[in-house]
């Protein structure tokens, strides 16, 4: 692939004064033609549609309103570009210009998705005669634009540059600046950041555009990696500490504590799902039953809401939520936002300020987390002990899955103690729902459910080899039960009897 040509276009350069400032300076623009502009596209030297861009948003009648004034010879205000780690060059401002000049040049080069949304032709008379497209285009075509290009530097000082480049416009929010430098410098997290946006979207039912969803899934790995005691603004911008502290070998990381959220808030709010990042509606009347679906809502993401649930939720296993009743703790959700004093300080100006979300984590934490979700640090054991292996293997020497004998003198770190009812449903570890497998076995089975699994094929295999096995399993399994109860005794029983008549 042939390397943009760097110089073809002006060059931004940028210092730093010794008050920290941005010295910023720009000769005067460099001006170039549309059909080298378009050559250059087509060579796939420039990237007109970057992933940190909006999409292309123009009506038709914008779009023609600038084919009519560049066929009339009218300038168009700066392009502005930057260099990409792979020496190609990406538009920054003047996305939606150039996108829609070139598509009318060459509907073709551009992407199909958004060919249907381009104007395929353009009517225009001069004394009363129809000008011919192919004159339009070829007028067009020499008609120069004026061009400067953001050269490399740190992600830092990119974004105060698109901050400065965009005062005053709309044409790119913090997000969407910020995106643009994570696409180049960042991807895979860039990746990361738009699949968990995308999962917002789909929980909230909401677009969440302008790259709000994106911001959002920001906020959260943000808050989970610093914590939450102030606002975090600051730290979304901290481009260098982001990608040190983001970089691939914590994105597995990153996934997993994203994921675990949305289990969570999935297990808690289950078909309320599109509520639970809302405020109620201010002024509506409430219900006399305390059901969710009867309650108004906002109709709006408010932040404070989601960085509270950001930050206290993942601090909870889906053991400790499972072993919770659901009912009371959305019950207890909805008292919290019929909570003036709470609502007060997460909604309208000042939500951001220190006290205000010093205050909000004092309330939300005293009126739900601790009243509805107890103390995360409370963590039950989970791991079952050496010790508590070979007790069981002193009384019930078999594998419970497909009743194979295990020796006793096998080392424990080789012996796989299963809960027998999933211990992230809320089932604890102890004897009771405790028993031992062979490792293969318990790999083989992971989390499916012990009736499912007996139907597979290898597990019926290894059931038929060990069947002489299983009269001697019934008594160890009687004699155990009698000193721990066990809850999936009589299961355990009748599949055991069962298993006596394959054939």
């Known amino acids: 692939m042939k390397k943009a040509k760097i110089n073809d276009f002006d060059v931004i350069q940028i210092e730093k004064s010794n008050d920290g400032l941005l010295d910023i300076h720009i000769k005067e623009p460099a001006n170039r033609l549309i059909k080298d502009i378009l050559s250059s596209y087509e060579r796939e030297e420039i990237v007109l549609q970057p992933e940190f861009q909006r999409q292309f948003v123009w009506n038709k009648k914008k779009q023609k309103e600038l084919i009519k004034s560049l066929y009339a010879g009218f300038p168009l205000p700066m392009f502005y570009f930057a260099e990409s780690e792979h020496g190609k060059i990406e538009v920054v401002d003047g996305q939606q210009r150039l996108t829609t000049i070139l598509g009318f040049l060459k509907p073709k080069s551009v992407q199909k998705n958004i060919r249907a949304k381009l104007i395929s032709n353009f009517r225009h008379t001069h004394n009363g005669s129809l000008i011919s497209q192919v004159e ?112 691939k070998s914590t994105l597995q ?97 000042g939500t951001n300020s220190s006290q205000n979300i010093r205050q909000s984590k004092q309330i939300f934490e005293k009126k739900f987390v601790k009243a ?27 594998c419970y899955l497909c009743y194979g004998k295990i020796k006793k003198n096998i080392k424990t770190k080789n012996i796989h103690a299963e809960h027998i009812s999933a211990y992230s449903s809320g089932s604890e570890s102890k004897f009771k729902n405790i028993l031992l497998a062979h490792s293969k076995c318990n790999i083989e089975k992971l989390g499916q459910p012990l009736a499912d699994y007996r139907r597979k094929p290898n597990c019926i295999k290894r059931i038929r080899k060990n069947k002489s096995n299983i009269a001697e399993y019934l008594i160890a399994l009687k004699n155990w039960n009698e000193a721990y109860p066990l809850d999936f005794y009589f299961k355990l029983r009748k599949y055991a009897k069962s298993d006596l008549k394959l054939q």
């Not at 994203?258 to 509606?281: A, P, R």
């Not at 979700?373 to 009384?395: C, F």
């Open 136 to 247: 339009i285009r070829n007028k067009i075509k020499n008609r120069n634009i004026y061009c400067v290009i953001l050269q490399d530097s740190t992600m830092q000082l990119k974004y105060k540059i698109f901050q400065i480049l965009n005062q005053g416009a709309t044409i790119l929010k913090a997000q969407e600046i910020r995106n643009c430098l994570f696409a180049s410098e960042m991807p895979s997290f860039n990746k990361l950041l738009n699949r968990v946006a995308n999962k917002l979207r789909k929980i909230s039912g909401m677009t969440l555009d302008r790259m709000l969803g994106e911001e959002l899934a920001l906020r959260f790995f943000v808050i989970n990696t610093y914590g939450f005691e102030k606002d975090i603004t600051n730290l979304l911008n901290n481009f260098n500490a982001l990608k040190s502290d983001f970089d």
């Open 253 to 349: 990381s990153l996934k997993n504590k994203s994921n675990h959220f949305f289990n969570l808030l999935t297990k808690i709010f289950g078909e309320n799902l599109d509520n639970c990042f809302q405020v109620l509606q201010k002024g509506a009347e409430l219900p006399k039953i305390n059901r969710w679906s009867l309650y108004s809502f906002s109709n709006k993401i408010n932040q404070s809401l989601f960085h509270l649930l950001s930050y206290y939720l993942p601090k909870y296993s889906n053991h400790q939520i499972s072993k919770k009743d659901l009912d009371k703790i959305k019950t207890g959700y909805l008292e919290l936002l019929k909570n003036k004093r709470f609502v007060s300080v997460i909604t309208g100006a």
């Open 372 to 398: 509805y979700l107890g103390d995360w640090t409370d963590k039950p054991q989970r791991n079952i002990t050496v010790g508590e292996k070979k007790t069981i293997l002193k009384n019930i020497p078999y």
